[in-house]
């Protein structure tokens, strides 16, 4: 295998190879060595001599300690024992491959060997490290990146602002279990500590006075602390500007030296000030709902005009059941929203979201998540009933509280992909699979002339149709891309706007079983036959924590349709494979071959062994839906070790009140 740009990517991910130059890492690249693994192999065990740092390509390797507990799980992207380059420590734990896992392997030999050939080499190395020991040597002995600064404007009411921020910020710090201040410019300080329940705690600091973002000790004294672990600095609008104005933009920087998140609320405003201060963000949003006021919607739409065309607002849509969100503010995050929730956050001194209304929480656990950096992509893979073990999947993980917010679907997998980003739950969709009767299949299958399929299709649009109504991709709840295949050209086609019903419908367009989909000016067909499990897609979806379902098998491991009894009298050369089997066992090779190679980039891949039922047991969903339950069951451990917020799931959420001590 030679060396391409992804091992520099992979060098540099390497604390003690992050500043390298590139020239510098393709001298190391040049010594990696390629090796691959099987399930079940040991890579070392605890004790062992060090001397060499791996870097994984694909796979996943578990990591164990002496007692045989697991200790985390380590995929595509991670890095194992890169000091060892630097001593020669006995190896702490045991390595175990827990799925084929390709690796590059440096050895300290070759590093050495190197570092003596190329002097300058050696001296960068030498100032980084040292350069690395003294930002260590700190009060937590800790190093820690700079932090990040995230803009929200809240075209609100005065109650319904404070419950968005608690919301956000209270998600924010238990996804990420990072540290967290949500500065407050603008919402009105009694109003949002009432929420947090922290009005009767607040301290008797003292008067607020110039240069507080100049000196810790001093933000500090004005910093009120939730049980979550949230920080909160809530100031008014004048006293807010008046900081600015004094430090200029350059007032975050003390924030992001010892935060590692800040959730900026600003006044929503048009001047030189408040634009360069949402500019420097790392990211700026605007919130509005359909309690918004029109000067709300046509202030935010200033201000987004007013920004730089690479730095434009990104749009929350707090979005209830009366109507969807206005045409020309396309959102990128929704948020099912109760305008009652403000007025009962003042009643009962909390913002909790109560179990009824789990779908709101998930959607601000959401969008903390895609401020975190942990968005959880779902790549629904092809596979027709096989498909049905999605179901079982999602219920297994929403019910450990893992909940996708990107999905990408082929076939099968795009249409169950569609129903579950329109927001059905998985017993909602397990309903739909159960209700799949023989009687019912036969109504939707409209026979033709075989000219282009043997099916028309219009009986599966109509079923389509029924449950997805006429969203757009733009009405769902969360981002979804549905795949096929433009079979004049064999291009693959990544359908991410228009009708959802007529994309997942030119999905399942099985060639010569069902009649290609005329969309867009193309024929498209079932994307199985490019891409049966589309993990690429969520990776351009933003995803950063990859899970994907790969339902395909071995051709040997697939029934077709074949009936043995009638061929036995036949003489032997008549006896061989039919059309139909010959056309399906070349299709499962192909796929099985595609997903093998491209579902392993995922960090969790999820295998389904369905070789007991036919693509078209469409009328035994209970018995496929538990094997992909099965399967999910396995695989949790590793989605949870991906996952800061099942590190430490004890931490508080909003039903506690008071300090933290």
Known sequence: MSMNVDWLKLLRKAQIFSSFTDTHLGLIAKRLKYTSLPNGATLFKENDPGGSAFFILSGSIRLVSKEEKTLAYLNRGDIIDEMSLLSDELRQTTAV??????????????????????????????????????????????????????????????????????NLGISLAEQTRKKILMLSAGIDSQTLLTGLGLKEFIPSSPPLTNGIFQDQRRLDQHVLVHPSGLEILALDEISFLKEAVSQGTHFTDAIKDHYDFCLLFL????????????????????????????????????IDESMPAKKRLEKVWLDTKSSSHPRDWIPEFKIPWDETWGGRMMQTESAALLPPEKMGQRMFDRLARSLGELVIGFAMGSGAAHGYSLIGMLKVMEREGIFPDVISGTSMGALLGAFYAMGLSPDEIEKIACDMTQARLRRMMDLTFPRSGIFVGNGILNFLRSIIGDRTFSDLLLPFCCIAVDIMTGKEIAIEEGNVAEAVRASLSLPVFLKPHY?????????????????????AQGANILISANLTSKAGERRVPRVMGWRKPLRSFLRGPNLIEILLKTIYTMQYEISAARSEIAHVVMHVNTGDYQWWDLNKAPEIIAIGAASAEENIPKMKSLLPFFANAGRTGLHRRGPKV
């Open 97 to 166: 491959i827990d799925s084929t896992a390709e690796l590059l392997v440096l050895q300290k030999t070759d590093f050495d060997h190197l570092l003596d050939k190329h002097p300058t080499l050696a001296v960068h190395l030498s100032r980084i490290l040292s350069s690395r020991l003294a930002s260590a040597i700190n009060k937590n002995n800790q190093t820690r990146e700079r932090g990040k600064t995230f803009t929200f404007f809240l075209g609100l009411s005065s109650k319904d602002q404070a419950f968005f921020a608690i």
């Open 519 to 539: 969309m867009n000016g193309r024929y498209l067909v079932d994307g199985g036959l490019v891409n049966p499990v589309p993990t690429s897609h969520i990776i």
């Open 267 to 302: 006044p929503p405003r048009i001047d030189e000030l408040i634009i360069n201060i949402t500019t420097d963000s790392d990211r700026a949003m605007a919130v509005l709902g359909h309690e918004s006021r029109e000067e709300d919607f046509s202030l935010l739409r200033r």
